[in-house]
Each structure stands twice: as structure tokens, then as C-alpha cells.
């Protein structure tokens, strides 16, 4: 593959549901109840159960890792949270991921990455750095 500036990867799309959310609860300890409780999310304003922050923005970087091919070659990582990933009882909820290159200099690449739910930015100026 060719890492050149302007190169735009495919689309990587992952679905997101209520047992994936609590798998993650679980692995990252983060128990929160807005990610698990759907009357709870909706007592504190939330239209129903959201996605771990932390969860959209590991599978940007499962996106990238795809992409690239070697996920010991991230180097660096940032994301802005901007929504919320709705995710109703019962349903597959796509996030889908595109990236661009924007910098190449000397076997490093940096990747604008945009990930969109429904058609909603979910995660704001993202950029992965990363060895190729």
C-alpha cells in the first residue's frame, strides 16, 4: 500500500449494541450507569443508554489499525468527543469510520479520522500519528 498524502482509506463500519457496552463496562470497570441503564440514562437527560466515550474512540483506533495493518504502530492518539452513541435495546448500531492522510514525513503518517453515527459526528478532531 501506498502511504500518500491525500489517501483516503475505505470505510470501516462496527455495530455497537447493549451487550458490547456491557462487555466494556466490565473490562474497563466503568460502571457507569448512563451506559447500561436505559430509565437512569433518561432521568439525567439522556434520550437513552450512550456508548462509552472510550469504547468510539477504541474502535477509531481498531478503524486504524485496519487500515495500516500493525497496531504496535500507533504513536499517538487524539479525539474530541462530540455526541453521544445512541444505542437502543435491541438494536445494531453502526459507527462508521473514514480517514485521510494528511502529513507523511519520514516513515510517519498522520490520519484525520471522522466517525459518524446516523449520520452524527460523534468524535471531533481526530488524528492518529503512526509508524509505516
Same mark, same amino acid.
Given at each position: 500500500?501506498?502511504?500518500?498524502?491525500?489517501?483516503? !482509506?475505505? *470505510?470501516?463500519?462496527?455495530?455497537? =449494541?447493549?451487550?458490547?457496552?456491557?462487555? /466494556?463496562?466490565? @473490562?474497563?470497570?466503568?460502571?457507569?450507569?448512563?451506559?447500561?441503564?436505559?430509565? !437512569?440514562? *433518561?432521568?439525567?437527560?439522556?434520550? =437513552?443508554?450512550?456508548a462509552h466515550g472510550m /469504547?468510539?474512540? @477504541?474502535?477509531?483506533?481498531?478503524?486504524?489499525?485496519?487500515?495500516?495493518?500493525?497496531?504496535?504502530?500507533?504513536?499517538?492518539?487524539?479525539?474530541?468527543?462530540?455526541?453521544?452513541?445512541?444505542?437502543?435495546?435491541?438494536?445494531?448500531?453502526?459507527?462508521?469510520?473514514?480517514?485521510?492522510?494528511?502529513?507523511?514525513?519520514?516513515?510517519?503518517?498522520?490520519?484525520?479520522?471522522?466517525?459518524?453515527?446516523e449520520g452524527i459526528k460523534?468524535?471531533?478532531?481526530?488524528?492518529?500519528?503512526?509508524?509505516?
Open positions: 500500500m501506498s502511504f500518500d498524502i491525500g489517501h483516503e !482509506f475505505n *470505510k470501516a463500519t462496527f455495530f455497537v =449494541n447493549r451487550d458490547k457496552l456491557r462487555a /466494556y463496562a466490565d @473490562a474497563s470497570g466503568d460502571q457507569n450507569p448512563i451506559h447500561q441503564d436505559e430509565d !437512569f440514562a *433518561k432521568s439525567v437527560g439522556l434520550p =437513552n443508554v450512550i /469504547y468510539t474512540m @477504541a474502535l477509531a483506533g481498531e478503524a486504524v489499525r485496519s487500515w495500516i495493518g500493525d497496531d504496535k504502530s500507533i504513536i499517538e492518539f487524539s479525539t474530541r468527543f462530540t455526541k453521544p452513541v445512541v444505542v437502543p435495546e435491541n438494536q445494531e448500531v453502526p459507527i462508521e469510520f473514514t480517514g485521510k492522510i494528511v502529513e507523511v514525513n519520514h516513515g510517519e503518517i498522520a490520519v484525520e479520522v471522522s466517525a459518524l453515527c460523534v468524535l471531533g478532531q481526530t488524528r492518529v500519528r503512526a509508524w509505516v
